[in-house]
Nanobody, 126 residues
Framework: QVQLVESGGGLVQAGGSLRLSCTAS????????MGWFRQRRGMEREFVAV????????YYTDSVKGRFTISRDSAENTMYLQMTFLKPEDTAVYYC???????????????????WGQGTQVTVSS
């Protein structure tokens, strides 16, 4: 089992920045990818970004490209999502997720992931 714990959410004005963290523990592996998803009120959980376990490759949904940066600190077993130029439409509960895989592929469907954190609320005021 892998446990994921997020932190760093909060309230910020439009145009501001936040950094989310996700610390992994338990049976982690080099054969994993980690991702961020978000769920806006009344909507399905949606993909935001994904990074390889090594942190060497990443992929983003179009709406956050150029504004969000996903990264991993292997020594700390922690993944980050640096969010800048935040917009009110970024308001959501953000979840980190992990998937065991040796495929080298990125996964953008929530159903593909094995492990989930509890979520952290991000609210962007206009």
């Amino acid at each position: 089992q892998v446990q994921l714990v997020e932190s760093g959410g909060g309230l910020v004005q439009a145009g501001g920045s936040l950094r989310l963290s996700c610390t992994a523990s338990g049976r982690t592996s080099d054969y994993m990818v980690m991702g961020w998803f978000r769920q806006r009120r009344g909507m399905e959980r949606e993909f935001v970004a994904v990074v390889t376990w090594s942190g060497s490759r990443s992929y983003y949904t179009d709406s956050v490209k150029g504004r969000f940066t996903i990264s991993r600190d292997s020594a700390e077993n922690t993944m980050y999502l640096q969010m800048t130029f935040l917009k009110p439409e970024d308001t959501a509960v953000y979840y980190c997720a992990a998937k065991e895989t040796s495929s080298g592929l990125f996964y953008i469907k929530a159903g593909s992931y094995n492990y989930w954190g509890q979520g952290t609320q991000v609210t962007v005021s206009s």
